[in-house]
């Protein structure tokens, strides 16, 4: 089976200042890996995905996230935070079975 | 382009009514899901559907069920509604597995259809 466990269920930064949500993830066969962003009262749009080969991703918005196979992690991160990065994150696994979601870090940028 | 587009957005039901979450997606995907969003719970996976003519339970299917009307649409039913359903439910699509291989494909999202349960 597998899973995902994102750490920290809220995470608050100032604007400017580096944005890191972490995700690790159970599995037990070579997954795929998302990160997915959910602005208020919309559905999910994807940011980033990591499939195979190149270990770190870039996605849209500036983020990105690095697959440590070692660790069992796909921490996402981006620099600079911006008020526009307000929203709530989610890190999805996917093998053999359909795609696990972990239970979502909401992220507020303070000005 | 529309996606996937989920009706209604909005609903307020009684205890013991029924009702029918309608979905349907213009990007030729064989695969659609139907999932739960609850606070701090993440997104649970109601029923899916791999290909036309197929449905599989997920994590949640208690008091739900679905049909696949055709390749593009796939409804959820709530038979006798209750207040723990009371959530929002988002619909999505992707590409499907291929014999032997599970897919890397990304699902896309429909906005939610927001249903309280008095």
């Known amino acids: 089976a597998q899973s995902v466990t994102q750490l920290g269920s809220h995470v608050s930064v100032s604007e400017g200042a580096l944005v890191l949500l972490r995700c690790n993830y159970s599995?037990?066969?070579?997954?795929?890996l998302f990160w997915y962003v959910q602005y208020p009262n919309q559905g999910l749009q994807l940011l980033l995905k990591y499939t195979t080969g190149a270990t770190l991703v870039k996605g849209i918005n500036g983020f990105e996230a690095e697959f440590k196979k070692s660790e069992t992690s796909f921490h996402l991160t981006k620099p600079s935070a911006h008020m526009s990065d307000a929203a709530e994150y989610f890190c999805a696994v996917r093998s053999n079975t359909p795609l696990v979601f972990g239970k979502g870090t909401r992220l507020s940028v303070i000005a | 382009n529309a996606g996937v587009t989920q009706t209604p957005k909005f609903q307020v039901l009684k205890t013991g009514q029924s009702m029918t979450l309608q979905c349907a997606q213009d990007m030729n995907h064989n695969s659609m899901y139907w999932y739960r969003q609850d606070p701090g719970m993440g997104l649970r996976l109601i029923y899916y559907s791999a290909s036309e003519g197929t449905t599989d339970k997920g994590e949640v299917p208690n008091g739900y069920n679905v049909s696949r009307l055709n390749k593009r649409e796939f409804s959820l039913r709530l038979e006798s509604a209750a207040p723990s359903q009371t959530s929002v439910y988002f619909c999505?699509?992707?590409?499907?597995?291929?014999?032997?291989?599970?897919?890397?494909?990304?699902?896309?999202f429909g906005d939610g259809t927001r249903l309280s349960i008095l």
């Open positions: 999505a699509s992707s590409d499907p597995d291929r014999v032997g291989f599970y897919s890397n494909q990304p699902q896309h």
């Open positions: 599995s037990s066969v070579p997954p795929y």
